[in-house]
């Protein structure tokens, strides 16, 4: 069974209206993936969030999966910014949703690869 973590530019992007994107998680969901996101996830939508896209928001959220930020998310964020924050520019936000994925065994889905340098963790390429 396929399990995939959104990354906040994805699911953005289906927001916005990418037919595309749209589809393939639809796809994804008829064939009983497990979907998931993070919290950091939900605070960068909610970041842009207007008022009247609420309701859609939370109703669209409510059908995935959030996963908890632990202390073993903590630990392996910590090592990866240890390892990519000067050679890579990596960020906090990045590195909690990489070692999401990395903990939870959850393939990480995102337009962009480049905040993601980490070989350990499994890409699913979206599109």
Not at 33 to 42: E, F, L, N
Not at 90 to 109: G, K, N, P, S
Request: hydrophobic share 40%; aromatic share 12%; with cysteine.
């Amino acid at each position: 069974m396929k399990k995939i973590l959104f990354d906040s530019d994805v699911l953005i992007e289906r927001f916005r209206g990418r037919v595309e994107v749209e589809r393939e998680i639809r796809d994804l969901a008829s064939e009983h993936a497990v979907i998931a996101y993070t919290p950091i996830t939900v605070a960068e939508i909610y970041r842009g969030l207007r008022s009247n896209e609420r309701e859609k928001v939370e109703l669209f959220l409510g059908t995935f999966t959030c996963l908890e930020i632990n202390r073993a998310v903590g630990k392996r964020a910590g090592e990866y910014l240890k390892t990519y924050s000067r050679s890579h520019g990596l960020e906090l936000a990045d590195a909690l949703i990489a070692a999401t994925a990395f903990v939870y065994d959850f393939q990480l889905c995102t337009f962009n690869w480049k905040h993601y340098p980490m070989s350990d963790i499994d890409k699913y390429r979206l599109i």
